[in-house]
Structure formats: C-alpha cells, structure tokens
C-alpha cells in the first residue's frame, strides 16, 4: 500500500481513538480500534489485557528486536476546556482531540511504519509492537507487563511528541515521602520544638542542595518539593510535617544512589521513595537508529519528561510527532502534516537501520 494512503488511514484511526473515551486502566474500547487495523491489514496480533502487540511476519530469533512503542491511555482532561475533549475535527490543519498529541500521534503513526515492514523479508532486526495501556498512571498493567510476554527487546523507539527530533536521552523519576518530627502541644504553651518550625530549615536544605554529578545530555538531577502537609486544627501544635519531593534523575546516577544520597544527608526524622523502577534512560549516541536520524537532518536532545522508556532496561530512543509542551492542555490538538511527516520520518529511518 502506498504510504500516503497508510498514513490517511492512520489518521483515520486516530480519530476513533480520540473519540473512544481511553483514561488509563480504561482502554479496553480502543484496544478494539487497534485489533480491527491489525484484523484488517492480515496481521497476526496478540491482546495482553489492553495492550495489543504483534512481531513482524518473518521473526528471527538469530537476530536482535527492535520495539516501537506507544500508548493508548489517557489522562482525563482538564476543566479549562472549550471543546468536547472527545471530538475529533479538523480546523486551520489542526486535528483536535483528547490523546490527540500524546500520544495518538505518534502510536498511529508508529502502527502504520510496522504495517509497512511487516511482510519485508531479510531485515537486520526483527520489529515488535506494543501499543500500550496504563502509561499515563504508571499502571502495573502496561508496558512493563509486557515485558515478560514479548519477546527479548534489543533496542527501542517509544512515541512520545518531540516534533521528530531525537531524545537520545530522559530522566528517570523518584518520589520521596518525607517527615519531620516535633513535639505535640498546646499552641497557648511554650514549644521549643514545633515541627513545623523545624521544616523552615529542612525546606532550606531541599532548595539549596545540589547533586554533584551533571549529565551532557540530561543537565542536572532537579529536585524539588511539590507537597506540603500538617496540623488538624488552630490550637494544636502537630507531632510531624509530611514532605513530598521530586526528583528528575539524570543518567549520572541511579533512582537507588539517589535514595541512598538523601536518606543518608536530608535533615528530616525520615525519607522514603515511593518506587525506584522510573528509571532514566538513553541511548549511545554512536547507535545506529541514532546515526540514522542524524544523517536526516533530526538535532538530539535530553528530554525532562517521562515515559515508559523509564520501565525499559535496553537503550531507547524517544521520538514521534507532535510537541510535548502541548500534551495535557486544554484543547489539546496535533497538526495533521505532523503525522504525514511522522509516517514518512519514522519508515525512511528504519529503512536506513533494518534493510539491507
């Protein structure tokens, strides 16, 4: 099939999705519209809960895997919307829509570039895809599920909107629950100790700590605290304060070290991280899919946000049509020549990377 008709059709699939409610965990009405692409273009699929995957027709164990990978889910969308989040129209280039840039976008445009390959014979890698479930909730039942289901991944492209370019590298993710201590009492006595004095330093010490390790592609580890919390009423003077902070990890260091370094040095009764799996994530730049973008034109950066290369061990790349500081927001839309071009950037990069 002629791509631009693949990738018309692969528009034509992002509209249902936008239009077929998928919050995370909620996803089993567009794992439908997945499994009817797959049923209709003869492609032997398999359904893991709502994650629905498929290996390229001539699978070879001998040689390497290569996953394209992206979601389905997504977040509920805000209060300040104008539009029914769950319409999908064009206006002035614009596909509107809910999941339309994160990640419909690049999950169609990923879906029709395995479609092209997946009857090719002789390629350097075999291909999997998973379109997932549960990425927007860091659910137990997504990607990282499938894991332990597909076969053995080598290397991976996750679909996240980066206008095309390359995200050679992410930061992982830990967050801490933190206390500070006191003594309870009346607020009409003296109190030498009130906890939430005691934070006026520990809250200090987040600001200005600086973790010494950088990163040429990921820049520092960002820490920040998001969530603060005590006291029940005016009179009384709480036991403890809870401390909630976030940490954006750099490359330079793992979730683990990173909760070794601020249990053994933050000025607070007790820190806990929450989970360590959200790992940061990169691949060499002297990789092969990396070179290839290169060659085309496509400039390399460390992306801030999260995806699920944090649940991946092998190196990935992150790369899909669209633009990320529209994901989540009112009204939320990718430009339909964004897909056109995705299509026809995805398939001319793995062109460059599994044909001989």
């Not at 403890?240 to 009764?269: F, G, M, W």
């Amino acid at each position: 099939m002629p791509i631009q008709d693949l990738t018309q059709d692969a528009i034509s699939l992002l509209k249902k999705l936008i239009e077929t409610q998928s919050f995370s965990s909620e996803e089993d009405k567009t794992a439908l519209h997945i499994e009817d692409w797959f049923t209709r273009y003869k492609i032997d699929y398999k359904r893991t809960k709502n994650n629905v995957w498929a290996v390229n027709k001539h699978f070879d164990e001998s040689k390497p895997t290569l996953l394209l990978n992206s979601h389905h889910d997504t977040v509920k969308p805000n209060s300040a919307y104008t539009n029914n989040p769950l319409e999908a129209f064009v206006q002035d280039g614009k596909l509107y829509g809910l999941g339309s840039n994160d990640a419909g976008g690049c999950l169609v445009s990923l879906i029709a570039t395995f479609t092209h390959f997946y009857n090719q014979e002789n390629l350097k890698y075999n291909l999997v895809i998973v379109a997932s479930a549960e990425e927007e909730s860091s659910g137990p039942n997504g990607l990282n599920s499938m894991l332990p289901i597909i076969p053995k991944v080598d290397v991976a492209i996750v679909g996240e909107p980066t206008l095309m370019n390359l995200a050679v590298a992410e930061k992982g993710l830990v967050v801490f629950d933190a206390v500070i201590e006191g003594t309870p009492s009346h607020a009409a006595h003296p109190n030498n100790n009130n906890a939430i004095y005691n934070t006026i330093d520990a809250l200090q010490w987040f600001k200005d700590f600086k973790f010494e390790k950088g990163s040429e592609a990921l820049g520092n580890v960002k820490l920040t605290v998001t969530q603060i919390n005590a006291g029940s009423q005016h009179n009384v003077v709480p036991a403890h304060v809870d401390l909630v902070i976030d940490v954006r990890v750099n490359d330079a260091y793992s979730n683990a070290e990173i909760a070794d370094i601020l249990q053994e040095k933050a000025p607070v009764t007790s820190i806990k991280a929450r989970s360590l799996r959200l790992n940061s994530s990169s691949i060499p730049m002297e990789h092969d899919l990396v070179k290839a973008g290169i060659a085309m034109g496509r400039s390399t950066y460390g992306s801030p946000t999260l995806s699920d290369q944090a649940v991946l061990t092998c190196p990935s790349l992150k790369l899909g049509p669209g633009d990320s500081t529209r994901s989540h927001s009112a009204n939320e839309f990718i430009y339909v020549n964004e897909i056109e071009e995705g299509v026809q950037i995805y398939i001319e990069l793995l062109k460059n990377v599994l044909l001989e």
